[in-house]
């Protein structure tokens, strides 16, 4: 069975930074792009960034440019979401998404929900002011 479990969260004060990993584990993820998602109480989830698992190409959501940055580790079949100079609003759980997409089309944004098959749990990340 897939499983995707994220970890790293926790509390962090504004200006910080911390890494959240999401251990990936059931199949191969070649062809695969991994997402981050987020979401906020009383917010709806919306999208962080995805990584191209075979090729490492990004793409984030603009208002996470410039402060986030999402890696992987093929050896660890772990992705990486490292966050920068958090702010009091980037409080929320953060989730890990994998979603199958073979072709040349995948390499397109890939920011919505359906896009994706698999999620892990979530890890909160509170920053505090």
């Known amino acids: 069975q897939v499983q995707l479990v994220e970890s790293g969260g926790g509390l962090v004060q504004a200006g910080g930074s911390l890494r959240l990993s999401c251990a990936a584990s059931?199949?191969?993820?070649?062809?695969?792009?991994m997402g981050w998602f987020r979401q906020a109480p009383g917010k709806e989830r919306e999208f962080v960034g995805r990584?191209?698992?075979?090729?490492?190409?990004?793409y984030y959501a603009d208002s996470m440019k410039g402060r986030f940055t999402i890696s992987r580790d093929n050896a660890k079949n772990t992705v990486y979401l490292e966050m920068n100079s958090l702010k009091p609003e980037d409080t929320a759980v953060y989730y890990c998404?994998?979603?199958?997409?073979?072709?040349?089309?995948?390499?397109?944004?890939?920011?919505?929900?359906?896009?994706?098959?698999?999620w892990g749990q979530g890890t909160q990340v509170t920053v505090s002011s």
């Open positions: 059931g199949r191969t993820f070649s062809n695969y792009h």
């Open positions: 998404a994998a979603g199958y997409c073979p072709n040349t089309g995948c390499y397109r944004p890939l920011s919505s929900f359906g896009e994706y098959d698999y």
């Open positions: 990584i191209r698992w075979n090729d490492g190409s990004t």
